[in-house]
T-cell receptor
């Protein structure tokens, strides 16, 4: 099992604050994905990072893949209530059953 | 919306009874997956399928079986449900027909199963 640990597990912040979520593993992945999941729904893909050191931006969200391709971070600038949800990282390995999910970070943004 | 439906969406059952969950897709994706989601564990793969009648075990397959007789349907069966199988179950699909299991998986809305 290729374990992915996310931190923090829970995060509650005020609207307008910045935050960073971390995803760490001892395993190397070919790429890494971030998903957001809202209550009562399945996860939805936000981004895939492929190259070690890669940084991708999606509006106020910045995703970074570690140089060694073992870890990643998600930074949100000026959080909004609509950012509330469960954030999951997933390491992509070889093969068809190739997603290994992290433990999740539940974010609450208070208006 | 990737055209994935799951049924039922909610189910309460008793220990020892058989339960079947259905995943239906309209996207002609080759790969289908069943995950369970529990607090503190993220999503864990139960079984997956890489084609009609082709299935394989995932990380937490004990107590579960699957079948795929048509491209569009993937069934998950709990032969004799236990309280430890209380969870939210998600189906996912990936890989358009003729291709490999692409990295992007599209998830269904989930089934909340409670075993009393």
């Amino acid at each position: 099992t290729q374990l992915l640990e996310q931190s923090p597990q829970f995060l509650s912040i005020q609207e307008g604050e910045n935050l960073t979520v971390y995803c760490n593993s001892s395993s190397v992945f070919s790429s890494l994905q971030w998903y957001r999941q809202e209550p009562g729904e399945g996860p939805v893909l936000l981004v895939t990072v492929v190259t070690g050191g890669e940084v991708k931006k999606l509006k106020r969200l910045t995703f970074q893949f570690g140089d060694a391709k073992k870890d990643s971070s998600l930074h949100i600038t000026a959080a909004e209530p609509g950012d509330t949800g469960l954030y999951l990282c997933a390491g992509v390995g070889p093969g068809a059953n190739n997603l290994f999910f992290g433990t999740g970070t539940r974010l609450t943004v208070i208006p | 919306d990737a055209g994935i439906t799951q049924s039922p969406r909610h189910k309460v059952t008793e220990t020892g009874t058989p339960v079947t969950l259905r995943c239906h897709q309209t996207e002609n994706h080759r790969y289908m997956y069943w995950y369970r989601q529990d607090p503190g564990h993220g999503l864990r793969l139960i079984h997956y399928s890489y084609g009609v009648k082709d299935t394989d075990k995932g990380e937490v397959s004990d107590g579960y079986s699957v079948s795929r007789s048509k491209t569009e349907d993937f069934l998950l069966t709990l032969e004799s449900a236990t309280s430890s199988q209380t969870s939210v179950y998600f189906c996912a699909i990936s890989g358009l027909a003729g291709g490999f299991g692409t990295d992007t998986q599209y998830f269904g809305p989930g089934t909340r199963l409670t075993v009393l």
